[in-house]
């Protein structure tokens, strides 16, 4: 697609001095000389900002009086990483920026690492987010990204003395947030509570409580497209935030109770839901920031009408739920057009089904939300008597359709019995106009099992749009060197515009020169970590190594268990002498990942893996050949780092269980080969690279399927253990205390799991994941045939850009495109 909007003239770099030692000056009362790295970092995400503003203006303008429908895209994480690289590169200030800074004495990299990670989201589904509106921005398409600005974002994380993970606050938003700008004079009111009553013949609700949510604007800029879109970021802040009169009587905490119920709304990402309270302040996040993001909505397509024709509402934006955090909006929505504007129902309801569409991220049921309809009658008991009429009409409508009882039964939105509850999902797929998967296979799993109901009585809604990356941070920013190799292999930089074009490296593979100099910017990639990881964790690592990387969310069917029992097995055959340390692959493991606070299986698996770590790595029967490294607080920096510098990466999850994965896609592009499964984007991964470039094992959805029938998970574990030999070594060495300093029960519920129940099958696919490992080793000896590849796997996936991923969704979704241009 093309760009649209022609860029400002680009300052110069003096210019840019001026303007960065303005904002010192008149900003933040900083002299240059007295500066240091974050008051320049500041000063120049302002000047930044700054030269945005005129091309945002422009492009809100545009989207508000021009013809194309805009997109809101309504997420509960957006994992943006730091914006000032990515904004200099895409407003086309980088050089002038470097330039800049060191003429002020510093160096790009001082001022870069100063800013603080914003930790606004939990893994792909936020970073999907964040590349989706920077795609967005690049095509020039209009576009709100809706969310919460999370003060103390999803949580720090840090590991105890006996490897246990610990949670602790990120205060991202300690210093100045230099790329925030709260607009207070446009904060919307949302309702909690209360009750619904009838007044002449209508139904109104009586909320008990309320909460001002405010913006706070983030600008998007599009690499070289002039436009810059927006992401607003909503705050909690209490109407009644200071009771003077009982603080005068000393009850102090009193006093400020309203501000801090309205404030922990805003205040962590996925607060802890075990209990009922938080299952409540969960609920409310939701809520809270859809009901604002739709009342901004309207506010900023129908300026100034008291009275507007909101039939039209569906031609100005499109929302898109990104998973099933946001699907309140629906009932929202209804609730709006008939209370609040007067519309009938039927008039309501057609408006709200063009307006919204769903996409789906998982497979496991347990993940698909459901509320109970007490809870939601508690909260906002409106929407309950709209959801119930919405179920209503929904059955209504399957029984003309003439489905069958038992299938009505299965489909409900709001279910009957003594614990009514809404299923979110359903709600969105009858609600919205489309529903899509994130990869092919994940797609074709929704419509033959996990929403093969609706499915069956509505194919027409449901559609593929597999995920992707945005290769101006993952490869431009993140692989300088590889991105300036790519261009000169390609002879020009119009891949970061269309990925696609990668695939002229093609006939690269094959000569000689160029592979030499890929295999070479890997190895200079690998230096580059080694010196980050001992700088920011302490870390002493060899770089001629094998890197071995396993970086994403800590849950049990992606199956870091797998890995980390490999591990272990290699550690016991070199202990026992049964192979040969000089015969293997000399092979550092890297692993990364976050465990949800009240999971505690996967908290164990994170306290495992550290105490293998402290054990092999302090072993000197495998100095130099085994190591493994946890680093803590997985999150954007660390990945921009360790990608580049990854050789093999893992892609291990159960067959079926993955939905589609963006870090496949990220390590494919910067020359990592994957192991992996036949699951998520794995499947399309494998299809565009060449199976010979893409080393497979595990069962396939169609096996693990009679594994379950065949009562798997109740005890048919415990063949795989008593089977192989390999794998019953690991497990006892995990139960006899071999990583635990002794004890027998610091993951006796671990061991228990893995031979009584093992749901993801870690046992079942142990075996075919070690009998690959002699093959990944084999390749990895031949350096020329391992980087070949390496650049065929780069070179075929381009499809993976997330611009192609808008680009279908405009087409197959939301039916819009970009800007009229201005030039």
């Known amino acids: 697609m093309a760009t649209n909007y022609a860029p ?89 920026f470097n330039k800049a800074v060191a003429e002020l004495g510093f160096t790009p990299e001082q001022v870069i690492d100063a800013e603080y990670e914003p930790g606004l989201g939990n893994g792909g589904l936020g970073r999907l987010a964040a590349c989706y509106i920077d795609s967005m921005a690049s095509l020039g398409v209009p576009a709100f990204g809706y969310g919460i600005q999370y003060r103390y974002g999803i949580f720090k994380q840090k590991f105890d003395e006996n490897g246990k993970q610990i949670e602790t606050p990120d205060y991202w938003l300690s210093n100045e947030d230099a790329w925030g700008h709260t607009d207070y004079e446009r904060s ?45 970021l909503w705050s909690a802040k209490s109407y009644d935030e200071f009771d003077l009169l009982t603080f005068n009587k000393s009850q102090y905490l009193d006093a400020v109770r309203p501000q801090v ?94 307006t919204f569409n769903y996409t789906c991220h998982t497979l496991l049921p347990e993940a698909l939300e459901v509320w109970s309809a007490s809870l939601i009658g508690k909260l906002l008991p409106r929407h309950l008597e709209i959801i119930e009429k919405i179920n209503e009409q929904f059955v209504a409508d399957l029984k003309a359709a003439g489905v069958a009882e038992d299938q009505i039964g299965r489909m409900l939105i709001y ?16 609600g919205g106009s489309y529903v899509n998967g994130v990869a092919e296979l994940h797609s074709q799993l929704l419509k033959d099992v996990t929403l093969k109901d609706f499915s069956d009585v509505y ?23 590889m991105s300036a190799l790519i261009t000169e292999g390609l002879g020009s930089d119009k891949w970061l515009q269309d990925l696609s074009e990668l695939k002229g490296l093609v006939p690269l593979a094959d000569d000689a020169e160029f592979v030499k100099k890929f295999a070479e910017v890997k190895q200079a990639n690998k230096r580059d970590f080694v010196t980050f990881a001992k700088n920011a964790y302490g870390f002493d690592i060899d ?116 939905a589609s994965g963006t870090g496949n896609m990220k390590f494919a592009l910067n020359g ?9 984007a794995n499947v399309e991964i494998r299809q565009l690279v060449g199976a010979e470039n893409f080393f497979l094992f595990g069962m396939t959805v169609e096996e693990v399927d009679k594994l379950y029938a065949e009562g798997y998970d109740h005890g048919g574990s415990a063949k795989y253990y008593e089977s192989d030999p390999r794998l019953k070594q690991a497990i006892d060495m995990v139960a006899d205390g071999t990583f635990s300093n002794g004890d027998k029960s610091t993951f006796q519920a671990l061991v228990n799991d893995w ?66 241009s201005l030039r």
Not at 188 to 216: C, H, T
Not at 291 to 305: K, N, T
Not at 415 to 429: H, I, Q
Not at 565 to 583: E, H, N, Q, R, W
């Open 8 to 96: 400002a003239s680009p300052i110069t770099s003096d210019e840019l001095v001026s303007e960065i030692k303005e904002q010192l000056k008149y900003s933040q009362g900083v002299t240059v000389e007295r500066a240091t790295a974050a008051d320049i970092y500041v000063a120049s995400a302002k000047a930044v900002r700054r030269h945005l503003m005129d091309a945002w203006m422009t492009t809100q303008k545009d989207m508000v009086e021009g013809s194309t429908k805009a997109v809101g895209y309504l997420s509960a994480e957006f994992l943006m990483g730091k914006q000032l690289s990515n904004a200099l590169l895409n407003a086309g200030l980088t050089e002038q």
């Open 188 to 232: 919307q009111r949302v309702n909690f509570g209360g009750q619904v009553v009838e007044k002449d013949g209508k139904r109104v609700w009586e909320p008990e409580w309320a909460v001002r949510a405010v913006p706070v604007d983030y600008m998007v800029p599009g690499y070289e497209s002039g436009r810059v879109n927006t992401l607003r």
């Open 261 to 354: 119920k309205a404030e922990n709304i805003s205040k962590i990402l996925y607060p802890e839901d075990s209990t009922q309270e938080g299952k409540e302040l969960r609920l409310e996040q939701q809520y809270f920031f859809v009901s604002a993001s739709i009342h901004d909505a309207i506010r900023v397509f129908y300026p100034g009408e008291e009275n507007p024709d909101l039939t039209t509402f569906p031609q100005k934006i499109t929302f898109q739920l990104n998973d099933t955090h946001p699907v309140i909006g629906i009932p929202e929505l209804m609730r709006v057009l008939i209370d609040e504007y007067g519309y009938d129902w039927d008039t309501a309801w057609g408006i709200t089904t063009k």
């Open 415 to 430: 279910t009957g019995g003594n614990d009514p509850v809404v299923r979110m999902a359903y709600l969105a797929t009858y």
């Open 459 to 481: 194919p027409a809604k449901f559609t593929n749009v597999t995920n992707g990356v945005t290769p101006r941070r993952f490869i431009r920013l993140a692989n300088p060197r």
């Open 543 to 658: 770089p001629n190594t094998m890197f071995n990387t396993m970086v994403k969310r800590l849950h049990e069917y992606k199956r870091q268990a797998l890995k980390i029992l490999a591990v272990i097995s290699l550690y016991a055959d070199i202990k026992s002498g049964k192979v040969d340390p000089d015969t293997l692959v000399p092979r550092t493991v890297f692993f990364g990942a976050k465990a949800a606070p009240g999971y505690a299986m996967a908290k164990e698996t994170i306290q495992l893996i550290n105490n293998v770590a402290r054990v092999v790595n302090n072993d000197p029967a495998t100095k130099g050949k085994l190591n493994i490294y946890f680093p803590w607080n997985y999150n954007i920096e660390l990945a921009e780092n360790l990608i580049p510098a990854t050789e093999l990466d893992e892609q291990i999850s159960q067959a079926g269980k993955e």
């Open 672 to 680: 990592a080969l994957t192991v992996g499964t036949l699951d998520g």
């Open 755 to 820: 031979l009584t129940h093992d749901y993801f099958m870690t046992l079942a696919d142990f075996g075919a994941y070690m009998d690959i490992q002699a093959e990944i080793e084999d390749t990895y000896r031949d350096t020329a045939k391992w980087t070949r590849m390496a650049i065929l796997n780069v070179a075929n996936s381009g499809h993976f850009s997330s611009d192609r991923s808008i680009e279908d969704y405009l087409e197959r979704i939301w039916h819009t495109g970009a800007l009229k």
